[in-house]
Antibody, heavy 125, light 110 residues
Framework: EVQLVESGGGLVQPGGSLRLSCAAS????????MHWVRQAPGKGLVWVSR????????TYADSVKGRFTISRDNAKNILFLQMSSLRAEDTAVYYC??????????????????WGQGTTVTVSS | QSALTQPASVSGSPGQSITISCTGT?????????VSWYQQHPGKAPKFLIY???KRPSGVSSRFSGSKSGNTASLTISGLQAEDEADYYCCSYGGSSTFVFGTGTEVTVL
């Protein structure tokens, strides 16, 4: 069964740090781009970051650029999101997501086909 | 990047068809054939419904269909069923390896 399981969420003070993990199983992890998507309480989905197959390319939403770092360990089938300088507005459920398909031009995946159950991050004093 | 614009809510009776719009700009929706759609039930993770504007992944009901004209994409649900009551989100490639989601639409089955 294809599965993504996030962990590492919790309560953190403003300015603090947290590292999220996502364990992948049931598919060839190293063959896929991976993403993080978040959802604040009662709000919509927001794309956060993506990392290509071998980890050599990363992209971030402007709202987290310079504060969050996405990485992956293909030997252990794990995706990470290191979050620092956390703000109240970073409070959300964070989903680990698999990229679907491949479009040579413009060179991206075309959607998100597998989602984890999410891990909750709360930034509050 | 600004979120794509969706109506806050859409409703319909069982068996009817409804359409949810998703309006972006010429730098996202209008530039690429890369709009996808997701269904999210309360407390659950989103489910992949449509990709590349109008293609359905394996296993998704043919009652769900996608289309696009200019900067506006649409999701149509035909033969509305009680189980279709959920939130729906569009998403577009935004260039430079980024993505942007829509504001979300709550679908109510009357």
């Amino acid at each position: 069964e294809v599965q993504l399981v996030e962990s590492g969420g919790g309560l953190v003070q403003p300015g603090g740090s947290l590292r999220l993990s996502c364990a992948a199983s049931g598919f060839s992890f190293s063959g896929y781009w991976m993403h993080w998507v978040r959802q604040a309480p009662g709000k919509g989905l927001v794309w956060v970051s993506r990392i290509i197959n071998d980890g050599s390319g990363t992209t971030y939403a402007d709202s987290v650029k310079g504060r969050f770092t996405i990485s992956r360990d293909n030997a252990k089938n794990i995706l990470f999101l290191q979050m620092s300088s956390l703000r109240a507005e970073d409070t959300a459920v964070y989903y680990c997501v698999r990229g679907f398909g491949w479009i040579p031009s413009p060179g991206t995946t075309s959607g998100f086909d597998v989602w984890g159950q999410g891990t909750t991050v709360t930034v509050s004093s | 990047q600004s979120a794509l614009t969706q109506p806050a809510s859409v409703s319909g009776s069982p068996g009817q068809s409804i359409t949810i719009s998703c309006t972006g700009t010429s730098t996202d929706v209008g530039s690429y054939n890369l709009v996808s759609w997701y269904q999210q039930h309360p407390g659950k993770a989103p489910k992949f419904l449509i990709y590349e504007d109008n293609k359905r992944p394996s296993g998704v009901s043919s009652r769900f269909s996608g289309s696009k004209s200019g900067n506006t994409a649409s999701l149509t649900i035909s033969g509305l069923q009680a189980e279709d009551e959920a939130d729906y989100y569009c998403c577009s490639y935004g260039g430079s390896s980024t993505f942007v989601f829509g504001t979300g639409t709550e679908v109510t089955v009357l």
